[in-house]
């Protein structure tokens, strides 16, 4: 009984040994599919924005050259300007006084001057007849030269009074448009106080604030254009003209002048403009999207497939930065590699994929 018990459990051993003896190995899994792009270097540029505003390249303050109370302005803010017109008007009373009073010290001084003439005209002719001597002659003579002096300073005055006359008047001395405004009529004014700022239309730029990152790009671009909102059609040149030493206090960046020669009448103070600022890479990159981009030991790395093996490998990848869906490429990879784009974060070293069609 033992014993045909023991040969039945040695033929089902021997049975379930021969039935694994047969079975087959797993079969392989299918390839991945993903999808691919063809890397293209090239030497291209990049662009960087600022907001601006157009502004005059020359805007200065007028301001009278005397006091008085201002009794006319004849413009307002944004008033075109011709050369030489009137801006405003002092209160001319007590001017013409000074022109007077400078007028009758004048006369006085002439008057004076001709009788110290007479005066040694008549010593002299005594002294030549040795009536007089020569000491009060001499006297007479500085008596004269005095008069002469007084004269010389009394002409002298009332010509400054006539000028001050004039400059009771406020004068454009160039052609331009009125930005500012600073005084109205019944204001007393002092000598050299504003009373407007004046700015010349002939030369016009856009002012943009610069991070202190982005300002070596700036000096070295290799292209600037500005754009104005009320006109996105058009672009005009421009260059750097000015860079302010000093950084604003408060936003912590630097003030640039961009110089517009193309500029016309249709450019208007005070316009919003867009500077587009260009620089040429050092050298060429290649832009590849951000789903490309995976780590290998720390570093950025990308998938690289291999044709004849239909298999992909790992290899890191120099970076020279990002924008919103691409990162810029320097090296790492060769021009016409392909490097998956879709799928990266589940793929492994020598791993066969199968490439999808390509997206339109």
């Known amino acids: ?215 070596q790009d700036v000096r070295t671009a290799s292209a600037i254009r500005v754009n104005l909102w009320a006109r996105p059609d058009r672009f005009y040149a421009g260059r750097v003209r000015e860079v302010s030493p000093g950084v604003d206090a408060v936003l912590r960046t630097y003030t640039v002048k961009i110089s517009m020669p193309e500029a016309g009448d249709e450019v208007g103070m005070g316009m919003t403009a867009t500077v587009l600022v260009q620089r040429d890479e050092a050298q060429p990159v290649a832009w590849l999207p951000l789903t490309a981009l995976t780590q290998d030991g720390g570093r950025p790395a990308v998938w690289v497939y291999d044709a004849a093996g239909g298999t992909v490998q790992p290899r890191q990848v120099t970076l020279a930065g990002y924008d919103d869906e691409h990162g810029k490429l320097l090296a790492g990879v060769a021009d016409g590699d392909k490097v998956v784009t879709a799928g990266v974060h589940k793929l492994t070293p020598g791993q066969k994929v199968r490439l999808l069609e390509p997206q339109p």
């Not at 007028?62 to 009794?71: E, K, N």
């Not at 730029?205 to 202190?212: G, L, R, T, Y």
């Open 1 to 215: 009984m033992k014993k045909g018990m023991i040969r039945l459990a040695a033929m089902a051993t021997a049975t379930v040994w021969l039935a694994g003896c047969g079975e087959s190995a797993p079969p392989e899994p299918p390839p991945r599919p993903v999808r691919v792009t063809t890397v293209q270097f090239a030497q291209t540029a990049t662009t960087a924005r600022y907001s601006g505003e157009i502004r005059a390249r020359h805007e200065s303050p007028l301001a009278f050259q005397v006091g008085g109370r201002l009794v006319n302005r004849l413009v307002d803010v944004g008033s075109p300007v011709a050369r030489g017109q009137v801006l405003a008007i002092l209160d001319q009373g007590d001017v013409r006084l000074d022109e007077i009073g400078s007028a009758a010290q004048l006369a006085a001084a002439q008057a004076e001057l001709e009788q110290a003439r007479k005066d040694f005209r008549h010593l002299d002719n005594l002294h030549a007849q040795e009536l007089a001597s020569q000491a009060a002659l001499d006297t007479r003579r500085d008596r004269l030269t005095a008069a002469e002096a007084r004269v010389a300073a009394a002409r002298a005055a009332q010509g400054l009074a006539a000028r001050k006359s004039g400059y009771a008047e406020l004068r454009a001395e160039q052609a331009g448009v009125v930005t500012v405004v600073e005084a109205e009529p019944g204001q007393v004014m002092a000598a050299g106080q504003s009373v407007l700022r004046l700015a010349q239309t002939s030369e016009k730029e856009a002012v943009i604030s610069v991070p202190e990152n982005r300002l």
